[in-house]
């Protein structure tokens, strides 16, 4: 379904657990920060809204998308960080250089996940436009933030129960 059929911060309360005691670790690409704040508003509001403590919230930046992945290594192998959320807007230009970012940090942001088997979830918007951005940053498609977060939480929830 594409994000124009459904809105971003729309979720169901489905496997959402206590997130009392749970850590995250939230990364930012510095690149197109006016949308990656954005996103990152969206994801600690939504962190907050479902039960997780400020203290337990860390923020750090990359310069852009493609540190995310190693970033996200670094800190999914502290073994206090029970997830990691990667925000980012990679926003196509004139060249390919968009499609090798995306591709890059998709499959690195997999990579960690599962090699520390725990969350890292891909916020990363790859738009075509700045408005497209701006639409799934707290726009008329809601925020990728809140998205992200909401994954996380689900994603402990979903491991506690197996
Ligand atoms: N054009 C965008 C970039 N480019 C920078 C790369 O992410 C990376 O930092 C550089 O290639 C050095 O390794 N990054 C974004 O996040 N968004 C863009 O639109
Ligand atoms: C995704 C990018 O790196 C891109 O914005 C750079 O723009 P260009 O492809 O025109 O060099």
């Given at each position: 379904?594409?994000?124009?059929?459904?809105?971003?911060?729309?979720?169901?309360?489905?496997?959402?657990?206590?997130?009392?005691?749970?850590k995250f670790a939230v990364i930012v690409s510095e690149w197109n920060e006016e949308v990656t704040e954005s996103l990152y508003s969206g994801a600690y509001?939504?962190?907050?809204?479902?039960?997780?403590k400020k203290e337990h919230i860390?923020?750090?930046?990359?310069?852009?998308?493609?540190?995310l992945s190693l970033a996200a290594q670094w800190l999914a192998s502290?073994?206090?960080?029970?997830?990691?959320?990667?925000?980012?807007?990679?926003?196509?230009?004139?060249?390919?250089?968009?499609d090798f970012i995306c591709d890059a940090v998709a499959h690195g942001i997999t990579n960690v996940s599962l090699k520390y088997n725990k969350p890292?979830?891909?916020?990363?918007?790859?738009?075509?436009?700045?408005?497209?951005?701006?639409?799934?940053?707290?726009?008329?498609h809601g925020n990728k933030g809140d998205e992200a977060a909401i994954t996380a939480i689900k994603m402990l929830g979903l491991a506690e129960q197996l």
């Open positions: 379904m594409a994000t124009k059929l459904k809105n971003l911060s729309d979720h169901s309360s489905k496997n959402v657990a206590d997130m009392a005691k749970k509001e939504t962190l907050i809204q479902n039960g997780v860390v923020k750090h930046y990359v310069p852009g998308s493609f540190e502290q073994k206090h960080i029970d997830a990691v959320i990667c925000l980012g807007c990679v926003i196509q230009g004139e060249t390919k250089h968009f890292v979830i891909f916020g990363v918007l790859t738009p075509n436009t700045q408005q497209q951005a701006l639409d799934r940053a707290g726009g008329k």
